[in-house]
Protein backbone atom coordinates (compact mmCIF):
# COMPACT_ATOMS: atom_id res chain seq x y z
CA UNK A 1 0.00 0.00 0.00
CA UNK A 2 1.48 3.69 -0.83
CA UNK A 3 2.91 5.15 2.14
CA UNK A 4 2.91 8.64 0.29
CA UNK A 5 3.71 10.65 -2.49
CA UNK A 6 6.42 11.44 -4.99
CA UNK A 7 6.08 15.72 -6.58
CA UNK A 8 8.20 17.11 -9.35
CA UNK A 9 8.28 19.94 -11.04
CA UNK A 10 8.55 20.02 -14.84
CA UNK A 11 8.93 23.03 -17.80
CA UNK A 12 5.97 21.89 -20.53
CA UNK A 13 9.14 20.43 -22.87
CA UNK A 14 9.79 17.95 -20.00
CA UNK A 15 13.53 18.98 -20.49
CA UNK A 16 13.92 20.00 -16.88
CA UNK A 17 12.28 18.00 -13.97
CA UNK A 18 13.16 18.76 -10.36
CA UNK A 19 12.13 16.74 -7.14
CA UNK A 20 9.48 19.04 -4.77
CA UNK A 21 11.63 19.00 -1.62
CA UNK A 22 10.39 20.01 1.83
CA UNK A 23 11.74 22.71 4.13
CA UNK A 24 14.93 22.01 5.93
CA UNK A 25 13.84 20.83 9.30
CA UNK A 26 10.89 19.06 8.36
CA UNK A 27 10.03 15.80 10.10
CA UNK A 28 8.78 12.67 8.27
CA UNK A 29 4.81 12.48 8.99
CA UNK A 30 4.57 16.53 8.49
CA UNK A 31 1.36 17.09 7.74
CA UNK A 32 0.91 19.46 4.71
CA UNK A 33 -0.80 22.27 5.04
CA UNK A 34 -2.58 24.94 1.99
CA UNK A 35 -1.06 28.10 3.47
CA UNK A 36 -4.21 30.78 3.54
CA UNK A 37 -6.39 27.59 3.75
CA UNK A 38 -9.52 27.73 1.46
CA UNK A 39 -11.60 25.76 4.05
CA UNK A 40 -12.59 28.12 6.02
CA UNK A 41 -8.76 29.46 6.96
CA UNK A 42 -8.14 26.71 9.78
CA UNK A 43 -5.26 24.48 8.91
CA UNK A 44 -6.23 20.59 8.57
CA UNK A 45 -5.51 18.25 11.84
CA UNK A 46 -2.22 17.16 12.61
CA UNK A 47 -3.62 13.78 14.30
CA UNK A 48 -2.40 10.45 12.67
CA UNK A 49 -4.90 9.15 10.27
CA UNK A 50 -4.37 5.05 10.40
CA UNK A 51 -6.74 4.60 6.69
CA UNK A 52 -7.45 7.46 4.53
CA UNK A 53 -10.22 6.96 2.33
CA UNK A 54 -8.88 5.84 -1.12
CA UNK A 55 -11.91 6.21 -2.96
CA UNK A 56 -11.79 9.95 -3.15
CA UNK A 57 -9.38 10.43 -5.91
CA UNK A 58 -8.27 13.67 -4.46
CA UNK A 59 -4.77 12.91 -6.20
CA UNK A 60 -5.88 13.09 -9.68
CA UNK A 61 -8.56 16.21 -9.22
CA UNK A 62 -5.72 18.09 -7.52
CA UNK A 63 -3.07 17.63 -9.91
CA UNK A 64 -4.39 20.33 -12.45
CA UNK A 65 -3.87 23.16 -10.02
CA UNK A 66 -0.35 22.45 -8.54
CA UNK A 67 2.37 24.94 -9.61
CA UNK A 68 5.66 26.23 -8.49
CA UNK A 69 5.46 30.48 -8.17
CA UNK A 70 7.79 33.03 -9.09
CA UNK A 71 9.81 31.83 -5.41
CA UNK A 72 9.83 27.85 -6.86
CA UNK A 73 7.39 27.09 -3.87
CA UNK A 74 4.90 24.46 -4.46
CA UNK A 75 0.81 26.36 -4.75
CA UNK A 76 -2.33 25.11 -5.34
CA UNK A 77 -4.72 27.46 -7.09
CA UNK A 78 -2.04 29.83 -7.62
CA UNK A 79 -3.37 31.12 -4.05
CA UNK A 80 -2.14 28.64 -1.47
CA UNK A 81 1.00 27.39 -0.70
CA UNK A 82 2.05 23.81 0.34
CA UNK A 83 3.86 24.13 3.96
CA UNK A 84 4.92 22.04 6.74
CA UNK A 85 5.74 23.33 9.89
CA UNK A 86 8.97 23.79 8.79
CA UNK A 87 8.24 25.85 5.66
CA UNK A 88 7.17 25.92 2.18
CA UNK A 89 8.19 22.71 -0.51
CA UNK A 90 10.28 23.86 -3.21
CA UNK A 91 11.62 23.02 -6.49
CA UNK A 92 15.11 24.26 -6.47
CA UNK A 93 15.57 26.14 -9.47
CA UNK A 94 11.60 25.65 -11.76
CA UNK A 95 9.58 28.87 -11.46
CA UNK A 96 5.92 29.15 -13.00
CA UNK A 97 5.97 25.31 -14.28
CA UNK A 98 3.53 23.00 -13.28
CA UNK A 99 3.98 19.97 -10.61
CA UNK A 100 3.19 16.19 -11.09
Keep these: M?????????NDENTAVEIMRPAEGSKIGDRVQLKGN?????EFPQEFQPILNPKRKLDK?????????DQTESTFNTNYRLVTSAGPIKSKTLANVNIS
Design 2 to 10: SQGMVMCAG
Design 38 to 42: PANGE
Design 61 to 69: KMLEYLRTN
